[in-house]
């Protein structure tokens, strides 16, 4: 296994850096015979104290509408954290055991238009 970087992770532990995000359909190939199964998680606009003041301060400079960003979003609203959490504890879960190689956009829609 070819490593690009490895570097001490600021809780303890090595963290090895491989290959960029998008390569994750050849190490879920590469990695599936040892068990491990590899995903991505991309969150859409969620809502955190930081996130929220950002788009407040981006909608203002750029002279948008308060709710521009949730114009984006045919869900209507703005993710909250529990909702990516649920899709990474899915997919830590056994109940996630058969998926692999796949980027989930957890976005409310985002990205489908």
Known sequence: MDVLEERRH????????RR?????RGLAVELASSGVRVNVVTPGPV??????DLRKRYTDE?????????????????????????VVALLASNRGKW?????????GGQTAR
């Open 47 to 52: 809502a955190t104290s930081s996130s929220d």
């Open 20 to 24: 960029r995000p998008h390569d994750r």
């Open 99 to 107: 998926l692999t190689g796949v980027n989930y956009r957890v976005d």
């Open 10 to 17: 600021p809780r303890g532990g090595d963290v090895h850096l």
């Open 62 to 86: 750029m002279g948008l509408p308060d709710d521009a960003f949730l114009q984006q979003v045919p869900l209507g609203r703005v993710g909250a954290t529990d909702d990516v959490a649920e």
